[in-house]
């Protein structure tokens, strides 16, 4: 399966430690495809028509959950709404929270 990865995504902050910067909806996908993904943390907004909420989107429709979900943005409305569509879909062993990116995860 290979190492597991923690993703960060996001178009203006640095990462959490030992997260790996992914800025858009498609380099984010491409990892999510390999599919050894353990933590993702998701910003809504990303300064393009793609957002965080397409990324949740696109974990429902293909099944692809990591362990861990957390939502950092500044946005509420938008960090509510991909809190709301994973946990309406996703298995309930998966850890789902909205964080603020000033307390950080770890």
């Given at each position: 399966?290979?190492?597991?990865?923690?993703?960060?995504?996001?178009?203006?902050r640095q990462?959490?430690?030992?997260?790996?910067?992914?800025?858009?909806?498609?380099?984010?996908?491409?990892?999510?495809?390999v599919?050894?993904?353990?933590?993702?943390?998701?910003?809504?907004?990303?300064?393009?028509?793609?957002?965080?909420?397409?990324?949740?989107?696109?974990?429902?429709?293909?099944?692809?959950?990591?362990?861990?979900?957390?939502?950092?943005?500044?946005?509420?409305?938008?960090?509510?709404?991909?809190?709301?569509?994973?946990?309406?879909?996703?298995?309930?062993?998966?850890?789902?929270?909205?964080?603020?990116?000033?307390?950080?995860?770890?």
């Open positions: 399966m290979g190492t597991l990865i923690k993703i960060f995504l996001d178009d203006l990462p959490f430690k030992g997260f790996q910067l992914v800025k858009s909806y498609n380099e984010c996908v491409k990892l999510l495809d599919r050894n993904v353990e933590v993702i943390s998701l910003d809504h907004d990303l300064g393009s028509k793609k957002t965080g909420y397409d990324v949740a989107m696109y974990m429902v429709k293909n099944d692809n959950y990591p362990k861990q979900i957390y939502i950092h943005s500044a946005n509420p409305v938008g960090a509510q709404n991909i809190y709301q569509l994973i946990k309406r879909y996703c298995p309930d062993h998966i850890e789902v929270k909205i964080i603020s990116y000033l307390n950080g995860i770890i």
